[in-house]
């Protein structure tokens, strides 16, 4: 049995390292290689939603080709890992030019090939919630997609993380984190997960400023429910209040925290945004170590 914490930051790195584009102002000296197609062998038990996903990642990518090797491995890996294939291996691919593909002198398209060990599929045994005080262990457990027998999805579990955040933000814990932490039984292929909670403290509102929102809906908002001086912060209120006075000028928005954590408040500005993919998510700034 392996204990393991399931550090985000991590997986985030990571992720950044393997699927950054080069620049595409690349020295003229430097080969580049772009893969027009890829082919999985040895996946005839894996999903076939997983292959797409572990194709698409890599197809239609320039590489340099010294990295070639290890970053397309990395991606494969990646997508497999996180469908519950944790023993997965992936060899050097191998590749040939691609048919009718026109390159350049700088940039030459390819097709490759990738063998896979993928292994046994991963599934959860159980799931345990703990430190909790700020809400019930039931709510928090009824936000985690997993029964005994499922799949071990770290996709699923990442979002699950997010929605225990906003859970806890509704209830004016702005630095709440949930901690995932896994024992795998690699005799079973098993994995039991764990969340621990580090809810830290309660945060009330000491100023609110809104930006990027059109007159009317700014004045009507400053007096909103959620969005007053002393009140307990609520994401949930203020989304509410949002919803609620802007009408049909409704636009997405973020809400921008800056914690003051000696006196256990928080200076928040909603932002008018246009990214629709970002709408009421909390974007933490930099603590204030306020002793007022």
Same mark, same amino acid.
């Given at each position: 049995?392996?204990?393991?914490?399931?550090?985000?930051?991590?997986?985030?790195?990571?992720?950044?390292?393997?699927?950054?584009?080069?620049?595409?102002?690349?020295?003229?000296?430097?080969?580049?290689?772009?893969?027009?197609?890829?082919?999985?062998?040895?996946?005839?038990?894996?999903?076939?939603?997983?292959?797409?996903?572990?194709?698409?990642?890599?197809?239609?990518?320039?590489?340099?080709?010294?990295?070639?090797?290890?970053?397309?491995?990395?991606?494969?890996?990646?997508?497999?890992?996180? /469908? +519950?294939?944790? %023993?997965? $291996?992936? #060899?050097?691919?191998? &590749?040939? *030019?691609?048919?009718?593909?026109?390159?350049?002198? =700088?940039?030459?398209?390819?097709?490759?090939?990738?063998?896979?060990?993928?292994?046994?599929?991963?599934?959860?045994?159980?799931?345990?919630?703990?430190?909790?005080?700020?809400?019930?262990?039931?709510?928090?457990?009824?936000?985690?997609?997993?029964?005994?027998?499922?799949?071990?999805?770290?996709?699923?579990?990442?979002?699950?993380?997010?929605?225990?955040?906003?859970?806890?933000?509704?209830?004016?814990?702005?630095?709440?984190?949930?901690?995932?932490?896994?024992?795998?039984?690699?005799?079973?292929?098993?994995?039991?997960?764990?969340?621990?909670?580090?809810?830290?403290?309660?945060?009330?509102?000491?100023?609110?400023?809104? /930006? +990027?929102?059109? %007159?009317? $809906?700014? #004045?009507?908002?400053? &007096?909103? *429910?959620?969005?007053?001086?002393?009140?307990?912060? =609520?994401?949930?209120?203020?989304?509410?209040?949002?919803?609620?006075?802007?009408?049909?000028?409704?636009?997405?928005?973020?809400?921008?925290?800056?914690?003051?954590?000696?006196?256990?408040?928080?200076?928040?500005?909603?932002?008018?945004?246009?990214?629709?993919?970002?709408?009421?998510?909390?974007?933490?700034?930099?603590?204030?170590?306020?002793?007022?």
């Amino acid at each position: 049995m392996v204990r393991t914490a399931f550090v985000l930051a991590v997986l985030v790195t990571v992720g950044a390292k393997y699927l950054a584009f080069p620049q595409t102002s690349a020295p003229r000296s430097e080969q580049y290689v772009k893969v027009v197609s890829v082919k999985l062998e040895g996946v005839d038990t894996v999903p076939q939603p997983v292959l797409r996903s572990a194709e698409d990642a890599v197809e239609q990518t320039v590489f340099r080709s010294s990295e070639l090797s290890e970053r397309t491995r990395a991606m494969v890996k990646r997508i497999l890992v996180w /469908a +519950g294939y944790r %023993d997965a $291996t992936v #060899e050097a691919p191998t &590749t040939t *030019p691609a048919a009718g593909a026109a390159g350049n002198e =700088s940039v030459k398209a390819i097709d490759l090939t990738v063998r896979v060990n993928a292994g046994d599929q991963y599934h959860i045994s159980g799931v345990a919630i703990a430190g909790t005080q700020a809400v019930t262990p039931q709510e928090v457990r009824d936000l985690i997609p997993f029964h005994p027998g499922d799949v071990d999805d770290i996709g699923k579990m990442l979002k699950a993380l997010t929605e225990i955040r906003k859970l806890y933000a509704c209830n004016g814990y702005v630095k709440a984190i949930p901690v995932p932490l896994v024992d795998i039984h690699h005799a079973t292929r098993t994995s039991y997960l764990t969340v621990e909670m580090r809810e830290g403290k309660r945060y009330a509102i000491s100023s609110v400023n809104l /930006a +990027g929102f059109d %007159d009317g $809906t700014t #004045e009507k908002l400053l &007096t909103a *429910p959620g969005l007053q001086t002393g009140e307990t912060f =609520s994401s949930c209120r203020i989304k509410a209040s949002v919803d609620e006075w802007s009408g049909v000028t409704r636009r997405p928005f973020v809400i921008e925290v800056t914690p003051a954590d000696q006196t256990g408040k928080v200076a928040v500005v909603l932002r008018a945004t246009g990214d629709s993919q970002r709408d009421g998510e909390i974007v933490e700034r930099a603590t204030v170590h306020s002793l007022r």
